[in-house]
Nanobody
Framework: QVQLVESGGGLVQPGGSLRLSCTASGFTLDHYTIAWFRQAPGKEREGVSC????????YYADSVKGRFTISRDNTKNTMYLQMNSLKPEDTAVYYCATSEYSIVFPTSTLFGSWGQGTQVTVSS
């Protein structure tokens, strides 16, 4: 059974850090484009970061550049999103996703497998 299971969300103060993890089962991540999306209340889901399965190119939304880092550990079949210098506007439900396409820009319709989502709340 193909499954993505996320962990690592929570409540953090502004300026703090969190690391989200997403472990795959039923398939191996290294053949897929991987990405993180987020959705804040009342807003559309947006692509935060992506690593292409082709040449390993990465994408970061302007709002997170220099603060977030996407990575994968193929030995653990797990992908990560390291989030530093968190801001209240980063508050959202974060989703990991995989795509069979070799793409850099995370267009949600091209991603076929999704995690269940994990809540990240940045507040003092």
């Amino acid at each position: 059974q193909v499954q993505l299971v996320e962990s690592g969300g929570g409540l953090v103060q502004p300026g703090g850090s969190l690391r989200l993890s997403c472990t795959a089962s039923g398939f191996t991540l290294d053949h897929y484009t991987i990405a993180w999306f987020r959705q804040a209340p009342g807003k559309e889901r947006e692509g935060v970061s992506c690593i292409s399965s082709g040449d390993g190119s990465t994408y970061y939304a302007d709002s997170v550049k220099g603060r977030f880092t996407i990575s994968r550990d193929n030995t653990k079949n797990t992908m990560y999103l390291q989030m530093n210098s968190l801001k209240p506007e980063d508050t959202a439900v974060y989703y990991c996703a995989t795509s069979e396409y070799s793409i850099v820009f995370p267009t949600s319709t091209l991603f076929g497998s999704w995690g269940q989502g994990t809540q990240v709340t940045v507040s003092s």
